[in-house]
Each structure stands twice: as structure tokens, then as C-alpha cells.
């Protein structure tokens, strides 16, 4: 098999199953926060690891809130199963880098790994994360080619794959919608409430020996499972957060 067709097997398979990168990164955390000395940091570098691993996470979530807020109904890169798209957004963060989401999810994601105070597991993840969504960038764009044609390759000729160029931003062709972001993006933020949870509780397992949350983030978790379920119920049972031409 050609290499180009392989590269896309793999992006389109990867693509069905990236909703379980999370648990690949969970599984991959618990030998290096054994292995991680925790002792050797002052309370100072601490600190600076866990506001470094807020703030990215929370940029990642501000990506992705404001790419799913501006996207009109029939874009790709919400899709499950199959790569799927009825029009090709060229406006907004599109206008600015061609995979917005993916970056939102390095983000929100390398901050949870931040987080395990361990720098070789923070290059470990990008480097994973780079080869893993590469091939899926790739079977997206090969998708998008074909069905888009000429449409496609103006658009994405000079623009970056994951750098945005924010020098070419031009307004999105719908407004921002929050309540879109409430409806799509609450499993997201639970997720990464969970994954700061799970290497807070590990660590301090492996430190001392025991299970043990503390307050903050056990009020955190609360707060976040409690959203979470409050939006999914509003989103399944009632009218509240449905909009006119978004996905």
C-alpha cells in the first residue's frame, strides 16, 4: 500500500477512536507520577507547574469554545464515526489555522500533563499527540480534497495546519454563540476536571501511601459533574440550548 494511503487508513482510524486519547493519557500518567520525585520541588516550583497547568487548559477550552461558538451547522470536526462535512468554513479561527480543534485539545490536554510536574512526560505527550492527530489532520485534509476540490486548496494553500497565522483572521459568518458552547462543550470540561483530579490523587498516593482528596479540587469535581449533568439534561430533555444552524 502506498505510504499516502496508509497515512490516511491510519488518520481515518485514528479519527473513530480519538475519543479515547484521554484514557491513553491517563494510563500513560501513572508510571511517570510513580517515578516523579516530588520532594526535590519547592512549594515555589509548584506552584508554578500547577498555574502553568491551569492556564493552558483553560487556553485549550478558549479555543475550542470559540471555534464551536462561530462554526455553522455542516462542518467537519464534531463527527464520531466517519469524517463528514456539507460546507467548508473558511471564516473565523478557520481563517487563521486549519485545525482550531485539535489545538484546543493539545491544550486543555498538556495542561493535565503539566500538572504531573514532570518535564519528560511533557514531551512525551507532544511528541504522541503530534504523531497521532498528524495522521488524522492528514485523512481529514484528503477528505476535505476530494470533496471540496478547488474550494479547499485555495483555502488551505499559506494557511497553517496548527499554528494560527492570526494576521489573516477574518470575521466568522455567524455570531458567537455561548449557549452553543454550553451544549457541546461541558463533557470536555469534565474530562479535564477529572484528569487534574486523577494525577492530584495518584501523586499523593504515591507520596504517602494513601487515597486522600483535598477540599478545593474535591469542590471542583463536584461543581463540574454537577454542570455537567445539569447541561446534558437541558440538552436531551428540553428546548433550552437548541439554536437554528448550529451543529
Not at 64 to 85: D, H, I, L, M, Y
Given at each position: 500500500?502506498?505510504?499516502?494511503?496508509?497515512?490516511?487508513?491510519?488518520?481515518?482510524?485514528?479519527?473513530?477512536?480519538?475519543?479515547?486519547?484521554?484514557?491513553?493519557?491517563?494510563?500513560?500518567?501513572?508510571?511517570?507520577?510513580?517515578?516523579?520525585?516530588?520532594?526535590?520541588?519547592?512549594?515555589?516550583?509548584?506552584?508554578?507547574?500547577?498555574?502553568?497547568?491551569?492556564?493552558?487548559?483553560?487556553?485549550?477550552?478558549?479555543i475550542?469554545?470559540?471555534?464551536?461558538?462561530?462554526?455553522?451547522?455542516?462542518?467537519?470536526g464534531?463527527?464520531?464515526?466517519?469524517?463528514?462535512?456539507?460546507?467548508?468554513?473558511?471564516?473565523?479561527?478557520?481563517?487563521?489555522?486549519r485545525?482550531?480543534?485539535?489545538?484546543?485539545?493539545?491544550?486543555?490536554?498538556?495542561?493535565?500533563?503539566?500538572?504531573?510536574?514532570?518535564?519528560?512526560?511533557?514531551?512525551?505527550?507532544?511528541?504522541?499527540y503530534?504523531?497521532?492527530?498528524?495522521?488524522?489532520?492528514?485523512a481529514?485534509?484528503?477528505?476535505?480534497?476530494?470533496?471540496?476540490?478547488?474550494?479547499y486548496?485555495?483555502?488551505?494553500?499559506?494557511?497553517?495546519?496548527?499554528?494560527?497565522?492570526?494576521?489573516?483572521?477574518?470575521?466568522?459568518?455567524?455570531?458567537?454563540?455561548?449557549?452553543?458552547?454550553?451544549?457541546?462543550?461541558?463533557?470536555?470540561?469534565?474530562a479535564?476536571?477529572?484528569?487534574?483530579?486523577?494525577?492530584?490523587?495518584?501523586?499523593?498516593?504515591?507520596?504517602?501511601?494513601?487515597?486522600?482528596?483535598?477540599?478545593?479540587?474535591?469542590?471542583?469535581?463536584?461543581?463540574?459533574?454537577?454542570?455537567?449533568?445539569?447541561?446534558?439534561?437541558?440538552?436531551?430533555?428540553?428546548?433550552?440550548l437548541?439554536?437554528?444552524?448550529r451543529?
Amino acid at each position: 500500500m502506498a505510504l499516502v494511503n496508509e497515512f490516511e487508513k491510519q488518520g481515518n482510524f485514528l479519527f473513530r477512536y480519538r475519543g479515547q486519547f484521554p484514557v491513553l493519557l491517563f494510563l500513560l500518567a501513572v508510571p511517570f507520577l510513580y517515578w516523579t520525585d516530588v520532594t526535590s520541588l519547592s512549594d515555589y516550583s509548584k506552584e508554578i507547574y500547577f498555574y502553568s497547568a491551569v492556564i493552558l487548559s483553560i487556553l485549550g477550552f478558549c479555543i475550542r469554545a470559540f471555534t464551536v461558538g462561530t462554526t455553522p451547522k455542516g462542518t467537519s470536526g464534531r463527527n464520531t464515526k466517519e469524517q463528514k462535512a456539507f460546507v467548508l468554513n473558511t471564516k473565523g479561527i478557520y481563517s487563521t489555522v486549519r485545525h482550531p480543534l485539535y489545538l484546543g485539545n493539545y491544550f486543555m490536554w498538556i495542561g493535565i500533563v503539566v500538572f504531573t510536574y514532570n518535564p519528560y512526560f511533557i514531551v512525551i505527550v507532544s511528541l504522541f499527540y503530534w504523531i497521532y492527530y498528524e495522521r488524522i489532520m492528514y485523512a481529514e485534509e484528503r477528505f476535505l480534497e476530494r470533496k471540496f476540490r478547488e474550494e479547499y486548496v485555495t483555502w488551505a494553500n499559506g494557511l497553517p495546519a496548527f499554528l494560527p497565522n492570526l494576521k489573516l483572521y477574518k470575521p466568522s459568518i455567524i455570531p458567537f454563540s455561548f449557549k452553543t458552547v454550553l451544549r457541546r462543550e461541558y463533557s470536555g470540561v469534565l474530562a479535564s476536571v477529572v484528569g487534574f483530579v486523577f494525577v492530584e490523587v495518584l501523586r499523593g498516593y504515591f507520596s504517602v501511601g494513601e487515597w486522600f482528596i483535598s477540599n478545593g479540587f474535591l469542590f471542583g469535581l463536584v461543581a463540574a459533574v454537577f454542570l455537567a449533568l445539569l447541561l446534558r439534561t437541558l440538552k436531551h430533555h428540553t428546548g433550552l440550548l437548541a439554536e437554528e444552524g448550529r451543529s
